[in-house]
Nanobody
């Protein structure tokens, strides 16, 4: 099982980016998926989460600017980030609570760096 996050990059304040997290391997089910971020010198924090049924939860700091979504047929989750601010600069990680032939529980992907310049 592998989670691959992509879509990070350098963007100016006010710009947009779309992150993707693709889950590969022999997957039986994926329950809640989530995006987290960790800025330099800070603890990792939840950005947004989405259940298999599509219920979502967004951190207050990103509400109205970020939108989490998923495509269950593709085992892929997205994070649309609009109106980016310099304080959004961080490494963004995805995770998934899943059941596969080898794993039952939460798996993490490697991070993708988002840098927002002022």
């Amino acid at each position: 099982v592998q989670l691959q996050a992509s879509g990070g990059g350098l963007v100016q304040a006010g710009g947009s980016l779309r992150l993707s997290c693709a889950v590969s391997g022999t997957i039986y089910s994926i329950n809640t998926m989530g995006w987290y971020r960790q800025a330099p010198g800070k603890q990792r924090e939840l950005v947004a989460a989405i259940t298999s049924g599509g219920d979502t939860n967004h951190a207050d700091s990103v509400k109205g600017r970020f939108t989490i979504s998923r495509d269950n047929a593709k085992n892929t989750m997205y994070l649309q980030m609009n109106s980016l601010k310099p304080e959004d600069t961080a490494v963004y990680y995805c995770n998934a609570d899943l059941v596969s032939w080898s794993v039952v529980g939460i798996e993490w992907g490697h991070g993708t760096l988002v840098t927002v310049s002022s």
